[in-house]
């Protein structure tokens, strides 16, 4: 059995992140779940909503920076980054 020491820890924004998923650009479809951080492994622009529903365009992502963001959405127009990881 692994040893979970975060289990019984609420999660907070400066927690550790517990949750991984790749993320396939989906202009209609939300994330499986509400995430705390995205990192993308090729360089690119991210169309992306907001967890509280504002869409914008993040240009020019670096690959291999978390960047902390409460992501619903990562939309397929506007996006040219690829290996996209949501955490939570």
Known sequence: MIDTPF??????AVGPLTRAATATPDDDADLAFESRA???GT???LAVTL???DALVLPALRPG???PLALRRVRAAGTTAVSIVVLA
């Not at 289990?7 to 907070?12: G, I």
């Open 65 to 67: 920076l978390l960047y």
């Open 7 to 12: 289990a019984t820890r609420a999660r907070s």
């Open 38 to 40: 995205v990192m993308v």
């Open 51 to 53: 967890a509280d529903g």
């Open 43 to 45: 360089a690119g622009d």
